[in-house]
């Protein structure tokens, strides 16, 4: 079954308490669908969720312990209960000898590594890093939603293609405007490992609604 990766933000709806009661949605669905599902809450956050449900970080940063005010420390985000990290999302870009050097952090702290990419030539750049996964998320599209599977489904089909010459053991996510089951199937049917949302889940009337009909796309 494929992955569903539910990212947080700094979505009011989903930032403290709250988070953890998306959180207790996220394992309950899990329970009862058998779906693997991962949330990315905010730094502050992964204290609450992570004895919940699988939890990584939004962003992590290369730096080793020591100075470095501000910073994420892989080390620090393991211990408060993550498993890794989002990297280089739109919202949080950063250069990509700043992403090969954190993926390295990762891998050596035994934690997974989840890179977004803009479009199919940036993920095929990436996935020289051999990160866990790389999400492809057309910027214009993210929130919007309009799904990139249903709307551009040939930039999917060519981040798989680009991805899997550089690097077949790297999985593929979708991401930018996934919504419901069907933008889910559609991904899948283009050959991603899963999918990756936020503002469709989180700011959702219904949540547990949506996350149902999110993996009954699976």
């Known amino acids: 079954m494929g992955l569903v990766i539910l990212n947080f933000k700094a979505y009011e709806e989903a930032t403290g308490s709250k988070a953890e009661e998306l959180s207790k949605i996220c394992k309950e669905t899990a329970e009862a669908t058998g779906a693997r599902i991962i949330v990315a809450p905010q730094t502050a956050d992964i204290l609450r969720t992570s004895p919940l449900i ?12 020591g100075s470095g005010t501000g ?8 211990q408060a209960g993550a498993v890794g ?10 250069p990509h000898m700043q992403i090969s050097e954190t993926v ?17 030539e940036e993920a095929k750049a990436l996935a020289e890093f051999a990160p ?16 990139v599977s249903q709307s551009k489904p040939e930039v999917v089909t060519k981040t798989v293609e680009n991805i899997k010459q550089v690097n077949p053991d790297v999985k593929v996510l979708c991401g930018a405007g996934i919504s419901n089951g069907s933008d889910v199937k559609k991904a899948l ?3 991603v490992d899963g999918v990756l ?3 469709a889940f989180t700011k959702a009337a219904d949540p547990r609604a949506v996350l149902l009909d999110i993996c009954g796309g699976l």
């Open 132 to 147: 866990d996964y790389i999400a492809v998320e057309p910027p214009e599209l993210i929130g919007s939603g309009v799904s």
């Open 197 to 199: 949302l936020a503002s």
């Open 54 to 65: 699988e939890t990584i970080a939004q962003s992590a940063s290369s730096i080793k312990p």
């Open 85 to 94: 990290s989002i990297l280089n999302h739109s919202e949080h870009r950063i």
């Open 104 to 120: 390295l952090r990762l891998k050596e702290a035994g934690m997974i590594s989840v890179v977004c990419a803009q479009d199919d």
């Open 189 to 191: 049917e283009l050959g």
């Open 71 to 78: 910073s994420n420390l892989v080390e620090s985000l393991k």
